[in-house]
């Protein structure tokens, strides 16, 4: 499950000016809340933790599989949903890390699987506004999903409970 997909620097770039022209930014990161999902042992994902404890302090859970039974059942429930309801196919989401990029603790605005540790990337992920198209980066790749607010509601009270107000997971 430690599959870490490849993400050459001229592809990141290209990614970025193709986040960068989809509709939706909003003018802040404000009120947005990361939910990482990885292991710790693996070293794309402790980067990505160490990344995230310095831009977004406090803005972030790192739920680590290997050693939360809640978490590797999460994870696992969350990507069954995502391929039998939604059609992504399961390659795309065996990877870790995954990050839950969710705004106002109700929107989900993107997943992303891969170890990306580039400011401007995450800059990019959390400005988007809420819509009903939820962003699936795999690096160096981009998709969108079909998504109503309801359903990301759903998603994001079950597997990145968030408390409100707060930058903690919730219960």
Known sequence: ????????????????????????????????????????WCPYCRSLDQFFSQAYPGRYYFCKIDL????????????????KSKGVPSELLEGIPQTLVVRDGRYLLAIVVGGVTEPRFWSEITSRSPQERVLLVVPPYAYEIRMTFDEQRELVSKYA?????TGTPGP
């Open 68 to 83: 939360h039974e809640g978490c590797r059942n999460s994870l696992r429930g969350l990507d069954e949903y995502l391929n």
């Open 161 to 165: 409970p968030v408390a409100e107000g």
């Open 1 to 40: 499950m430690a599959r870490q997909p490849g993400c050459p620097w001229p592809a990141l770039l290209v990614l970025l000016a193709a986040l960068a022209a989809l509709p939706g930014l909003a003018a802040t990161a404000e009120g947005v809340y990361l939910y990482l999902y990885g292991a710790s």
